[in-house]
């Protein structure tokens, strides 16, 4: 492997000792990127309906803003992609939901007696108009659950493994309820909801643990029950005629997309749903031909990360036309005290080295799964976890539990993962072409220089993301396969210790710097 890295460094290396030169295919185009996006569960429920006003939105800013200073400083984040998670009522059954996190709770549009009422979710809500108002380009709306109206137990989570947790026969009127929560929301927002996920982590059981409690609502589906829901879906979206796509499986790990994983139907799904088989979706109307999962276990060791996502790649190219999104991620893993402040994913950093692990994976998923859309978990957190983008605190901690735990208002704090995430997605716009950087080493790079690169035909512009876990800054020198970059100049913008995506010095092509332990934005205007 150093031998292989040596042979690297001496094809990247110029005419400066210490420089590297690296040749950017823009006339190869590996992929069109569909964005960058967060989810607002759970915590935007109480946020959005109590905070102060003024509070709500310097967080929305945070997330969505793509305005820039005086001082050509970003806002924000600029994420393209919202994802709005549709409650299945377990907040309208308080403690009889047996969630034991209030917070957890949602509730839901449909009432017991059949009706529909979209004043609720009105916290979620909020951040949706927010959103809209700050130009976000797509919204997903996601269930963890049916209605509790419709499940089997009527709670919503599982109480039978390896089941969607629905009454018997009751598919179509799931299907009905997400298109009229669809319909509603739009009629009373504004909003056009881009995509539909129905099922979310169908892998896992979403059954107590202990006790007769759960953490959350959800409930496990397997591949023909994921397909009955999206045939009857689709169904009605396309006689209400109606363009919201559908967008399945978010996969619990992304092992399950492609391989065996077990013998409970839930596992190998894009063979399934994709492959030449019967069960192929994307025969349906309004199926989008993407399948997403999620990034969780698979990111230690390096070996393992790299493996997993070359093994998404190969299974992708072999269905052409189908997209591959990561649609969930936060740190679960325990990949040791090297890597993260304290280890885990338990107890919340709002630092530069948990930053740089996630730019790494975030790099990962583009580069070598080929990712289209790349979207985290929470955007908002308050508990003392490495779960979200934004932080809540009452001042004197760092998080809680409790229901009235900053229920009404509290202190907030932007994280160095906040502004990691917006060196891709304030730049990297739906619609954009990723391309090729060739003759970068995965497992080399990862704890040196990664690279990607990418092209706006509309608006000819290059941006190149330069992720550097390294402990010494580097130097570079840029060309491009065809075109060129006016005045040969890049503007870059760094995420550091010291910098929240912050505007720096113009550099010129030929005369590069990357910070250690930093992620860098470069953007150029291109000529053809």
Request: contains cysteine; aromatic residues 10%; glycine residues 8%.
């Amino acid at each position: 492997m150093r031998i292989v890295y040596l042979s690297f460094l001496l094809v990247m290396s110029s005419l400066s000792f210490g420089q590297r030169a690296v040749t950017i295919s823009t006339d190869n185009v590996v992929q069109t990127i569909d964005g960058f996006g967060a989810s607002d569960a759970w915590r935007c429920q109480f946020v959005g309906k109590n905070w102060p006003e003024q509070k709500r939105n310097a967080i929305a800013d945070l997330l969505f803003s793509k305005e820039i200073d005086a001082q050509g400083n970003p806002k924000g984040i600029g994420l393209s992609i919202w994802r709005f998670n549709l409650g299945a009522g377990s907040a309208e059954q308080g403690e009889k939901s047996k969630i034991s996190d209030e917070w957890r709770r949602s509730e839901s549009f449909l009432q017991a007696d059949g009706t529909y009422d979209f004043s609720k979710q009105e916290g979620q809500r909020w951040f949706l108009q927010a959103a809209k108002k700050r130009g976000v380009e797509k919204f997903l709306i996601f269930t963890n659950s049916p209605p509790v109206y419709m499940t089997n137990n009527g709670l919503s989570f599982a109480s039978q493994k390896n089941k969607l947790n629905l009454k018997n026969g009751a598919i179509p009127k799931f299907a009905d309820f997400l298109v009229q929560s669809i319909q509603g929301l739009e009629k009373k927002e504004g909003i056009k909801f881009n995509y539909v996920s129905p099922i979310n982590e169908p892998q896992w059981e979403w059954m107590p643990k202990e006790g007769d409690t759960n953490s959350q609502e959800g409930t496990p589906a397997t591949n023909q029950e994921i397909y009955d829901v999206t045939k009857s879906l689709s169904e009605k979206l396309s006689a209400k005629k109606m363009s919201t796509e559908i967008v399945i499986a978010e996969a619990a790990q992304i092992d399950y997309l492609y391989g065996n994983v077990n013998a409970e139907n839930r596992d190998n799904q894009m063979e399934y749903f994709f492959g030449k088989t019967k069960t192929n979706i994307s025969k349906f109307p309004n199926v989008k031909n993407v399948i997403s999962g999620h990034s969780y276990f698979t990111t230690w060791p390096m070996e393992r990360q790299v493996l997993s996502r070359k093994l998404i790649a190969a299974n992708i190219r072999q269905t052409p036309g189908l997209k591959y999104w990561q649609s969930e991620y936060c740190i679960l893993e325990n990949p040791g005290e090297a890597e993260i402040p304290g280890g885990s994913g338990g107890g919340r950093d709002l630092g530069m080295q948990t930053a740089l692990f996630v730019a790494r994976l975030i790099h990962n998923d583009i580069a070598v799964a080929n990712a289209a859309s790349w979207q985290w978990w929470t955007a908002i957190t308050r508990v003392d976890y490495k779960d979200g983008l934004i932080y809540l605190d009452d001042g004197k901690s760092t998080g809680g539990t409790a229901p009235d735990y900053v229920r009404n208002d509290g202190e907030f704090h932007d994280s160095k993962l906040l502004w990691a995430l917006g060196n891709y997605s304030l730049f990297v716009r739906p619609g954009m072409l990723r391309v090729d950087v060739p003759n970068q080493n995965e497992l080399d790079a990862a704890n040196d220089v990664m690279l990607t690169a990418y092209k706006d035909v509309e608006n000819k512009k290059l941006i190149v993301v330069a992720v550097n876990c390294g402990k010494s800054g580097q130097k570079y020198k840029f060309d491009l396969s065809r075109g060129t970059v006016k005045r040969n100049e890049l503007t870059p913008y760094i995420t550091s210790d010291t910098s929240n995506l912050k505007r720096a010095d113009i550099q010129k092509m030929d005369n590069l710097e990357i910070p250690a332990k930093s992620i860098v934005t470069f953007v150029g205007e291109l000529e053809f």
